[in-house]
């Protein structure tokens, strides 16, 4: 549960003082997650934890019009840290900020807003949501003008480790970066594909959880960068090989901290909500694609053959479905969602998964049969539209146009991210693409 903040405007202007932190990066993301900050020194720190720094909203992707523009930053307390990166003179800090309206007013377009609003639909039900992902990325070599390439640095396989994984030096770097901002790390190893690792981390409530993934991403590209590498969350960046994910796990607990999912008269320790919540996420599957998989590359993901979920259903095996049970869990029983890739907003995409699950408590929506093993063997034959997730964006745009559950988790972005992703669905289909030039340059 949310507990008391960690720091108070004072706090925070002592620890400035104390560290020699002579910058302060106010971070937010745009409607696409892309992460964006304003730096301002520390004479301008007061001035910041007043929520008096201004911000033109009409030059960031999805905010307003030139008309409508000026906006505030007010930043998080409870986000402050130091960047260790840095040097340990003149340090530079961080808060990531909530968007704010001239009249005082929460801007409805911040995707940090758009996820607090589902918080609290389900805090006033008695519910804390938490996420725990599991991040998924490649390492690549840059050229010789400082452009990543798709040569991997290696050709290690899942759970290699050196000489083979030459990325275990970058990644205990990483790590060691995370841990001293607060991070929970739990495990890091090198994934199936050569250049790809996982790292994950403990789950934390869903606005810490979706926080925490925007720095983590930061983190990975800054860290590579200092080992001469390029770090990218693209879902899928060479064909023919597994794509990076970011399963979630989720876990909800009531006022008393207990968890919700967990009955232990159940066979798989699931509670009647962790049913209703798992039908709720299947039920709004496909439009929930839409947000947890945002780009035209995600989909060159979402294919068999790739470890990636393709079927609408669930399961207690990690293989083609979109929802997994791990089994044996007791008391920490959760719900892992397989289909979230790292491209993703993350504000926008824990406010639909938890929006999606909150309808099914809602309305006691009983999910399917659990698929075993053999049904899943039949079902990778016979997949059909109905049974599957969106195999394009336009796909993907199509069904959460239809699902009046996910527009309404999305809110005031709902238009204008259907209006920016339609966009890139367009610039995609009018490209000529190399694949076309091989396949029929010669042939016609």
């Given at each position: 549960m949310l507990g008391d903040s960690r720091y108070t405007k004072e706090d925070i202007i002592k620890i400035t003082r104390e560290e020699d932190i002579k910058f302060i990066r106010l971070q937010f993301v745009d409607i696409l997650g892309t992460l964006k900050n304003v730096a301002i020194t520390d004479e301008q720190l007061e001035k910041a934890l007043n929520n008096q720094i201004l911000i033109d909203g009409s030059s960031i992707e999805g905010f307003v019009r030139m008309e409508e523009s000026d906006m505030y930053l007010k930043p998080d307390l409870d986000t402050f840290e130091i960047f260790p990166w840095r040097p340990h003179q003149g340090k530079v800090g961080r808060m990531i900020c909530d968007i704010y309206n001239l009249d005082g007013t929460p801007f409805q377009g911040d995707p940090r807003y758009v996820l607090k609003k589902v918080i609290k639909e389900a805090a006033d039900m008695g519910y804390d949501f938490n996420v725990g992902p599991e991040f998924e990325f490649f390492l690549f070599q840059?050229?010789?003008?400082?452009?990543?390439?798709?040569?991997?640095?290696?050709?290690?396989?899942?759970?290699?480790?050196?000489?083979?994984?030459?990325?275990?030096?970058?990644?205990?770097?990483?790590?060691?970066?995370?841990?001293?901002?607060?991070?929970?790390?739990?495990?890091?190893?090198?994934?199936?594909?050569?250049?790809?690792?996982?790292?994950?981390?403990?789950?934390?409530?869903?606005?810490?959880?979706?926080?925490?993934?925007?720095?983590?991403?930061?983190?990975?590209?800054?860290?590579?960068?200092?080992?001469?590498?390029?770090?990218?969350?693209?879902?899928?960046?060479?064909?023919?090989?597994?794509?990076?994910?970011?399963?979630?796990?989720?876990?909800?607990?009531?006022?008393?901290?207990?968890?919700?999912?967990?009955?232990?008269?159940?066979?798989?320790?699931?509670?009647?909500?962790?049913?209703?919540?798992?039908?709720?996420?299947?039920?709004?599957?496909?439009?929930?694609?839409?947000?947890?998989?945002?780009?035209?590359?995600?989909?060159?993901?979402?294919?068999?053959?790739?470890?990636?979920?393709?079927?609408?259903?669930?399961?207690?095996?990690?293989?083609?479905?979109?929802?997994?049970?791990?089994?044996?869990?007791?008391?920490?029983?959760?719900?892992?969602?397989?289909?979230?890739?790292?491209?993703?907003?993350?504000?926008?995409?824990?406010?639909?998964?938890?929006?999606?699950?909150?309808?099914?408590i809602k309305n006691k929506i009983e999910p399917p049969k659990m698929m075993e093993q053999k049904e899943l063997s039949k079902v990778l034959d016979t997949l059909d539209v109905e049974s599957t997730i969106p195999s394009t964006l336009k796909e993907a745009l199509i069904d959460l146009s239809k699902d009046e559950i996910i527009k309404d988790a999305l809110g005031d972005v709902y238009e204008r991210y259907m209006k920016a992703k339609s966009l890139e669905w367009d610039e995609y289909i009018s490209v000529v693409h190399s694949w076309e030039v091989e396949k029929y340059i010669s042939r016609y």
């Open positions: 840059i050229d010789e003008n400082g452009y990543p390439t798709t040569t991997t640095h290696d050709n290690a396989g899942y759970f290699d480790l050196g000489p083979i994984d030459l990325g275990e030096n970058v990644r205990r770097d990483i790590v060691l970066t995370l841990e001293e901002m607060g991070f929970d790390i739990q495990t890091s190893h090198h994934e199936v594909a050569p250049g790809q690792h996982e790292i994950d981390f403990k789950y934390s409530d869903a606005l810490r959880s979706a926080d925490n993934i925007v720095t983590f991403k930061l983190v990975v590209k800054v860290i590579a960068r200092k080992h001469g590498l390029h770090a990218t969350f693209m879902p899928k960046p060479i064909f023919g090989i597994s794509g990076s994910g970011m399963h979630c796990n989720l876990l909800m607990y009531d006022e008393d901290g207990r968890n919700i999912f967990y009955d232990e008269k159940d066979e798989l320790n699931l509670s009647k909500e962790a049913y209703y919540f798992i039908g709720g996420l299947l039920e709004h599957a496909k439009a929930l694609t839409a947000v947890t998989n945002p780009t035209v590359n995600s989909y060159k993901r979402l294919v068999s053959g790739f470890e990636a979920p393709v079927r609408i259903g669930w399961s207690t095996i990690n293989a083609s479905p979109l929802i997994r049970v791990p089994r044996g869990r007791n008391k920490n029983s959760l719900i892992e969602l397989r289909s979230p890739d790292p491209s993703c907003n993350p504000y926008l995409a824990v406010a639909a998964m938890l929006k999606a699950g909150l309808d099914g």
